[in-house]
Structures are given as C-alpha cells and as structure tokens.
C-alpha cells in the first residue's frame, strides 16, 4: 500500500465538490458532537489560532500501564468527540456478560496503545544512540540504525489513538455482522460491500470493516480540517501528514516499524491485553 | 457460482495434479516465482475485466478479492497462499515432511479432474491460466539453476 493509494482512495470518496457520502459522513459526525461550520472543530481552530488553546501535556493514570505522559497534540486528539466516543464501545464485545471484568472501553485501549508505542519509540531511540555510541569507536558497526524523528513519532503516536476509531458498538461482535450481510447493509449511500470494495480495489489489500471505517473517518475533509489546523498546526504539508497517518492508521503499512508493531507477536495492540 | 479463495485454491491444487505436479515446496525459489507469476495472471485478468466495460461487476470483484487475499505479505512470503493450500489438508493436500515445507498433492488424477469440472466455465480457464503460468515459471527457473550450476567451477579436490 502507498501513499499514492490512499491519496486516490480519499478523491474518490470525497471528491472536491463534496458528495453525498461526505453528507452523510459530516451528519454522523454531527451525531457525536464533532460539529463543522461554528462547532467544535471551527471553535477548536480559531482557539488555537488566538493562543487560547492549552498546549499543556498532561500525566494520565491508567491501571495497567502507570502514569502515562501524553503530549498536547495527543491530547488534543483524545479529548476529541471522535476519540471520546470510544468510551461507550466495549473493548471485548458482549465478554463482560461471561466475565462480568471484562468492561473496559475501547478509549481506554487506545490510550494503552499510545503508551505502549510511545515506550517502543523511547526504547528503541535510546538503543540506537548507546549502539551508535559503542560502534564509534569500533571499526565497522554491524547494524544499521534506525532512530524515528520527531515527525514520525508524532505520527505513530496519533495513529496508535485512532488505530480503533472505526469501530462500532460491542467491537467485532456487531463487525461480524455488517461483514456477514454486505450487501443488505448499508455505509452512508453505499452498501457495505461496495464501501469496501473501494477499499480492496484502491489500496489492494484487505482490511476489516472497522479499519475501512477508520480510514474515512481520517481521510473525511472536517477530521482533515481539525487535525491539520487544530492537533497539528504547521505540521508540515496537510495533504501528505493526513494522507500518511491514513497509511498508518489501517496498519498495513510498508514501514518496517509499524510491522513490526502491527504484525508481529509483539505488536502494541496485543501488548495492551486484548 | 461460489466465488471464494477456497474454490479458486482447490481448482489450482487440481490444475497442478492434472498436470503431473505433486507438490509445492514454498521453500524453493522455482515455486516463489511459479506463484508470483500466479498473481501476475490475477492481474491481468483484473486488467481485462476492468477493460470488458464492467459488464461482469461480481467476476470483477471477486478477481479483486482473490488478488488481495493471495498476494505476498510485506515480508515478501506468500503466507496467505501457504495458508489456504494448507486449509486444503485432509482432502487435496498433505504435509507428510517433518519440516512441514512440503505441502504433497494427495489425491487421484481422476478425482482432480472431477473437480476442475464442477468449476464454472469462468474459474475454469482462470485456474488453468493459473496453472500454466506457474509450471512456466517453475520450469524456467529450473533451466536458469541448470545454467548457473554448469556456469560453476568444480570444487578443488583435497
């Protein structure tokens, strides 16, 4: 998958002179409070813009992982209603009817999911230096090493928040039943099946009705609005950061990193216990 | 007509017993390329189906799926092809090998060419396609080993 193909599947989705799966798109976002024209995106932006909005980090305690540092860009994108929504989705389905412990949300999981990207980051930052700090003074260094910017950090980091903003209520229990019907069901204007087959025929690659969600909830122009104007103001070139956190976002990228943290048994989602 | 991977694979493993092959070894490069050249032919079949004016919109959609559920992963391995060849145990094929690399056809040449029969006309010359570009390409990989192994110097004698 390329940038290159998620830059097409965005135009086709949401096409210059709008559509009516945008309009139905922006009405869903309304839905939750993630408002366009004077709401909550437009009132965010012209905060930020007249120096109102915090850029204060915050410490967050979590039960499982300790205190967690979150940035104020991170912070911004959690304390969206986007991301806030995933509060009322339960992680695990209907499990807690089995396990009456099993109530943890989705928000929660995705704020485990940063924490955990951000302590691969840190590690492998600090790992890199001490290798390239012993290998100086050695003739040939064996490795070659790789140490993350701070874009790419940044990018990692939102793209571990929004990894789950896709799903719907009860998690892959309600999923199993869009992807059972495809064609009764419908996304907006279109059947769900059509819906991901703009994803399977752009992006050639098959990805889960949650992450074909996900992936127009960030490319849809209002989220692209806010996270280029609000979470991550000049924060480089709009099209190519929103374009590549899509890239990110669906897991399936080609950078080594997010494979390694996507793919192998010791990917971050796992790591942050179902 | 059931449009899935499952069909597709099982018309293939029955195209390759038809034709005197007994097994895939995932391991060898002759096999690699033999299914690299098995997606080369999706492709191209996408290609023309796109091409035909949409006038088959499922034929269409399910090549799509089929190319997307059977192309390497990022590491390059075709671990989704391994995966449905070996959902095929028990039935079409076996992995008799303690390494598990070889993945043997176990059924007759009869019963393999009662199963490319069942298949819809379409799947039918698809999965033939399918077949021969992979033999092709295993066969061509073969000749180019034998030509490299001659290439060779003889090791010294001690």
């Not at chain 1, 869009?178 to 819906?195: A, L, R, Y």
Request: glycine share 6%; hydrophobic share 35%; net charge neutral.
């Amino acid at each position: 998958m390329s940038i290159e193909r998620v830059r097409n599947l965005a135009r086709k989705w949401f096409p210059a002179e709008g559509g009516s799966f945008q309009s139905a798109l922006d009405h869903e976002f309304d839905k939750i409070g993630f408002t366009g024209d004077s709401g909550y995106v437009e009132t965010a932006i012209e905060a930020n813009r007249t120096g109102r909005a915090s850029r204060k980090e915050k410490v967050v305690k979590d039960n499982v992982w300790g205190m967690v540092e979150v940035d104020w860009q991170s912070i911004r994108l959690l304390d969206s209603p986007v991301v806030q929504r995933l509060r009322g989705i339960k992680q695990l389905g209907f499990s807690y009817l089995t396990y009456p412990s099993a109530e943890h949300s989705r928000f929660v999981h995705s704020l485990g999911m940063y924490c955990v990207v951000s302590r691969f980051l840190d590690v492998m930052s600090r790992r890199g230096r001490e290798y390239q700090d012993r290998s100086s003074s050695d003739d040939a260094a064996t490795y070659e090493v790789w140490e993350p910017n701070a874009k790419l950090i940044s990018d990692l980091r939102h793209a571990a928040i929004l990894h789950d903003i896709g799903h719907m209520p009860f998690s892959h229990a309600s999923e199993a039943v869009f992807e059972t019907h495809q064609s009764e069901m419908t996304c907006g204007p279109k059947s769900v099946d059509d819906f991901r087959f703009d994803v399977e025929e752009t992006l050639e690659t098959t990805l889960r009705f949650a992450e074909c969600l996900a992936l127009a909830v960030v490319l849809s122009p209002r989220f692209r609005n806010f996270y280029d104007n609000f979470v991550r103001p000049g924060g480089g070139d709009p099209d190519t950061s929103i374009k590549y956190l899509g890239l990110q976002v669906t897991s399936k990228s080609t950078r080594r990193f997010l494979k390694l943290l996507s793919v192998s048994p010791l990917s971050a989602g796992k790591a942050t216990g179902v | 007509m059931t449009l899935d991977v499952e069909t597709f694979v099982r018309g293939f493993v029955a195209g390759l017993i038809n034709s005197d092959a007994t097994a895939i070894r995932l391991g060898s490069r002759a096999d690699r390329r033999g299914l690299r050249q098995v997606l080369n032919t999706l492709e191209t079949e996408i290609q023309r189906s796109q091409n035909s004016n949409g006038e088959d919109k499922d034929w269409y959609r399910y090549v799509v799926r089929l190319r997307n559920e059977l192309r390497p992963s990022n590491n390059g391995t075709f671990d989704n092809f391994e995966m449905a060849l070996r959902n095929l145990q028990l039935s079409l094929t076996s992995c008799p090998n303690p390494f598990y690399e070889e993945i043997a056809f176990s059924v007759s040449k009869p019963y393999a060419q009662s199963i490319i029969s069942e298949l819809p006309n379409p799947q039918q010359k698809l999965v033939a396609k399918a077949v021969e570009a992979f033999l092709g390409a295993r066969k061509d990989e073969r000749i180019e080993n034998g030509r490299d192994e001659h290439r060779k110097s003889p090791e010294p004698c001690t």
